[in-house]
Every structure is written in structure tokens, then in C-alpha cells.
């Protein structure tokens, strides 16, 4: 069993720190507190590198790797973009947009992977998640909004709420969208649920944004749809499957998620270090105190624990669907769910610790330490699964029915 990454991908991670380092990191708190999104530069640095192409096979303008490597190549990508911006702005949209690229490419018809999958790998289209509605996201067999088979289309009507990306569509057009939930059978309950991938620039499709308290460097807000009429080759997998399309690709999504909240913890852990051993307190550095590097040793195994169990959790995903069937949908569920739980919180820990290291300071603007604490908080309260929903896969998963919080 070899813990390393190979030669190919360890090669990728420093070729993309170093431009990340050096492009996106002095940049951060600009994107920030901008109202404008990430700039089109980075975007387009980044897809030079080939990072919004990691997920997509070579025939749609993907990379050249194994199907195997490509949710390990994700982690990657989104672990050092979340070191270079403890916003989580650059990080969200990119894991937002290679997470369901992936999706999109497993699941949709060969019509929608050749519109929507090249331009994503050259950095023109933003693809996110659409499941949640002002009623709530975590049971998502109680949706309301239905999108009713109508000849070539799906005529859909509803809301959703808290959604990634409405300014982010805005700006790169057309295919610009969500991967959508959605009743295309009413009566059937959850039988009765379609995954759709639903287009932006559609008549009837209407949105608005909120002011979140961090990484507003991307934007989150809900829709609106109102008879718009979304061709039924945006189906994603079977009609009538769409809850367990989504729940295989909230496996994925939540794989790299874990990645931006431990490439973000790592960056916050190492600020720390610096500023301990530089900080002098009774004639002592801050780092032989106890109190404080006893505190970050523990975060340190923490972080490094966690690491370990998502580079076998993306390794687990990439192959199992490379060679279907070789891990249970519920072991792969708990070692999911288990970084996902768990590392938003360590991240936002780690943040915190470091805040309090730095005194007075910490509470300034002139560490990026807050920044971080304020964009990881966004995995804490829910998105992509609330900690206490993956505490019930695992129990459910680990136990059976009679520990099945969910029925």
C-alpha cells in the first residue's frame, strides 16, 4: 500500500502551488471583499494549468489521466487552491464546477457533455449543485419544485434556495448552470425525483443573491423557474433516479469540499508557526509555550489523520468507478461523510487557534486568518450536508436500520 502520490501527480500539485502561490495567494483579500467575483485572469491561469480539466476525459478537452486518478487529481486541485485563498471564494467555485463536471460527464446525455464539459475544462462555464428550497435542503425527497415531462422538454416550476454561482452564470452565459432535483413525477416520492441540468440563460428562470458573511468573492442566491421549458437531454442518468444520481454526486462533491477545508486548515496551521516563533513574550518565543504548541501538535495530527482518510476516499471513489462494484455505496458513505464532518470543523478551529496565537492582531484584517475562519463556517451550517446529516450516514451506514435517523 503506497500513500504517495505518483511522480505525474505530485509534479501537477507543485506546478499549480507555485503559479497559485504566486498569483491567486497576494490576491485573496481583493477577491474577497470585491462585488465583481473572481477575476477573469486567475480563471483563465487556472485553466492553462489544466485544473477545471481534471475531471473530464481528453475527448472533451479534459486531461490526459486514468478515470481512476481523476477524483484524487480534484483533491489536489482544490487542496492547493484553498491554501492560496482562505476566502474559500476561489476554492468553492472551482470544487463547485470540476465536482459536478464530473457528474456530468458520468451521468449525461453525449448532447450535454459536448456543450457544457469543453467549455468548463477551458474555464468559460460554471457548472454548481441546485437542491436546496427556502423550506429547507437536508430532506430531499420533501422538494416542491417539479419539472413535468412535456414532449422534448421539461416544463419546471419552483424555487431553490442558497445556491452557489447565480452572478457566476450571469457572467460566463450560456451553458452556464446547475445540476437541478426535481419532481418529474409528483405522486412516486423520492421514485418520482429527476436530476436535470438546468441552463441559466432559459426564459422563465429568474434569480436573486444574498450577502453572506464570507467568501463573497462568490456569489450565492436562489431561483425562480416559472414555466421554463429545459430540453430532456439535460436529464442526468434516468428520469425517476435523480435522488440517487445526486446522492452519488454529493459523495464527490463532499470529497473535495473536505479538500478546500484541510488545504485551508494546512496554509492556517503554517501562518501560525511562523508567527509563534517570531512573537517574543517574557523573553521567549510563543512557540515554547506549551499551552500553545501542545494545542497545535493536536491540530497537526488532526489535519494529518484527516488528509490520510480523504486521499483514501477520493482514491476509493476513482476506482470504484473504474471498476464498478469493488466497494460498497456504504463504506465508501461512512469514509465520505467522515471527512466531510469532520474537517470544516477542524478548519474552522485551526483558524481560531491561530486568531487567538496572533492576540490583538488575529482580530484584524491584516491576517488572513479571519477570512478563513469566516469562508470554512459556510461546510459548517450546511452546505454540501450539515455536520449532523453525515453523523446519520455514518450511524445508518455503520449499524443498519435501527440507528436510521433519515426514516
Known amino acids: 500500500m503506497d500513500f504517495?502520490?505518483?511522480?505525474?501527480?505530485?509534479?501537477?500539485?507543485?506546478?499549480?502551488?507555485?503559479?497559485?502561490?504566486?498569483?491567486?495567494?497576494?490576491?485573496?483579500?481583493?477577491?474577497?471583499?470585491?462585488?465583481?467575483?473572481?477575476?477573469?485572469?486567475?480563471?483563465?491561469?487556472?485553466?492553462?494549468?489544466?485544473?477545471?480539466?481534471?475531471?473530464?476525459?481528453?475527448?472533451?478537452?479534459?486531461?490526459?489521466?486514468?478515470?481512476?486518478e481523476r477524483m484524487v487529481y480534484a483533491m489536489i486541485t482544490i487542496h492547493e487552491t484553498a491554501r492560496a485563498d482562505l476566502s474559500m471564494s476561489t476554492p468553492v467555485y472551482t470544487l463547485l464546477t470540476i465536482g459536478w463536471a464530473y457528474i456530468i460527464n458520468k451521468y449525461g446525455t453525449e448532447q450535454l457533455k459536448e456543450l457544457v464539459l469543453p467549455r468548463i475544462a477551458e474555464g468559460t462555464c460554471f457548472a454548481g449543485i441546485n437542491t436546496t428550497e427556502p423550506a429547507g435542503g437536508s430532506d430531499l425527497a420533501k422538494i416542491t419544485t417539479v419539472a413535468i415531462p412535456d414532449g422534448d422538454n421539461?416544463?419546471?416550476n419552483g424555487e431553490k434556495a442558497?445556491?452557489?454561482?447565480?452572478?457566476?452564470?450571469?457572467?460566463?452565459?450560456?451553458?452556464s448552470g446547475h445540476c437541478t432535483l426535481a419532481y418529474t413525477d409528483p405522486n412516486a416520492s423520492y421514485k418520482g425525483i429527476s436530476?436535470?441540468?438546468?441552463?441559466?440563460?432559459?426564459?422563465?428562470?429568474?434569480?436573486?443573491?444574498?450577502?453572506?458573511?464570507?467568501?463573497?468573492?462568490?456569489?450565492?442566491?436562489?431561483?425562480?423557474?416559472k414555466?421554463?421549458?429545459?430540453?430532456?437531454?439535460?436529464?442526468?442518468?434516468?428520469?425517476?433516479?435523480?435522488?440517487?444520481?445526486?446522492?452519488?454526486?454529493?459523495?464527490?462533491?463532499?470529497?473535495?469540499?473536505?479538500?478546500?477545508?484541510?488545504?485551508?486548515?494546512?496554509?492556517?496551521?503554517?501562518?501560525?508557526?511562523?508567527?509563534?516563533?517570531?512573537?517574543?513574550?517574557?523573553?521567549?518565543?510563543?512557540?515554547?509555550?506549551?499551552?500553545?504548541?501542545?494545542?497545535?501538535?493536536?491540530?497537526?495530527?488532526?489535519?494529518?489523520?484527516?488528509?490520510?482518510?480523504?486521499?483514501?476516499?477520493?482514491?476509493?471513489?476513482?476506482?470504484?468507478?473504474?471498476?464498478?462494484?469493488?466497494?460498497?455505496?456504504k463504506d465508501l458513505n461512512k469514509i465520505v461523510a467522515t471527512c466531510k464532518c469532520l474537517s470544516p470543523t477542524l478548519g474552522h478551529d485551526i483558524a481560531r487557534h491561530g486568531m487567538i496565537y496572533h492576540g490583538g492582531f488575529g482580530y484584524t484584517k491584516d491576517t488572513p486568518l479571519e477570512m478563513a475562519l469566516r469562508g470554512v463556517m459556510s461546510y459548517e451550517v450546511g452546505a454540501e450536508g450539515g455536520l449532523n446529516i453525515m453523523r446519520g450516514i455514518i450511524a445508518r451506514d455503520e449499524w443498519g436500520d435501527a440507528f436510521n435517523s433519515f426514516k
Not at 23 to 31: F, G, M, S, V, Y
Not at 162 to 175: Q, T
Not at 250 to 258: G, K
Not at 270 to 298: C, H, T, W
Open 195 to 225: 436530476f436535470i441540468y438546468v441552463p441559466r440563460e432559459i426564459e422563465g428562470i429568474s434569480d436573486h443573491t444574498y450577502k453572506d458573511m464570507g467568501r463573497m468573492g462568490l456569489s450565492t442566491g436562489g431561483f425562480i423557474y
Open 4 to 68: 504517495r502520490f505518483t511522480p505525474e501527480q505530485d509534479l501537477y500539485r507543485q506546478s499549480i502551488r507555485e503559479w497559485l502561490d504566486k498569483n491567486l495567494a497576494p490576491r485573496a483579500r481583493a477577491i474577497d471583499e470585491a462585488e465583481d467575483g473572481i477575476p477573469t485572469d486567475i480563471t483563465e491561469g487556472m485553466a492553462s494549468l489544466g485544473m477545471f480539466a481534471v475531471t473530464i476525459p481528453e475527448q472533451y478537452g479534459g486531461m490526459d489521466i486514468s478515470d481512476e
Open 227 to 329: 414555466d421554463a421549458k429545459i430540453p430532456k437531454w439535460c436529464l442526468l442518468g434516468e428520469e425517476g433516479k435523480g435522488f440517487y444520481v445526486n446522492m452519488d454526486g454529493f459523495n464527490a462533491a463532499r470529497i473535495i469540499v473536505a479538500a478546500a477545508c484541510l488545504g485551508g486548515a494546512e496554509k492556517c496551521l503554517e501562518i501560525s508557526a511562523d508567527y509563534v516563533q517570531q512573537r517574543i513574550l517574557f523573553d521567549k518565543p510563543l512557540s515554547k509555550n506549551q499551552g500553545i504548541n501542545f494545542e497545535m501538535a493536536n491540530d497537526w495530527m488532526q489535519l494529518d489523520m484527516l488528509k490520510l482518510n480523504l486521499t483514501r476516499a477520493a482514491w476509493m471513489y476513482g476506482y470504484n468507478d473504474a471498476n464498478p462494484g469493488t466497494f460498497s455505496r
Open 154 to 156: 421539461y416544463i419546471f
Open 162 to 175: 442558497y445556491i452557489s454561482g447565480p452572478k457566476e452564470c450571469a457572467k460566463w452565459g450560456w451553458p
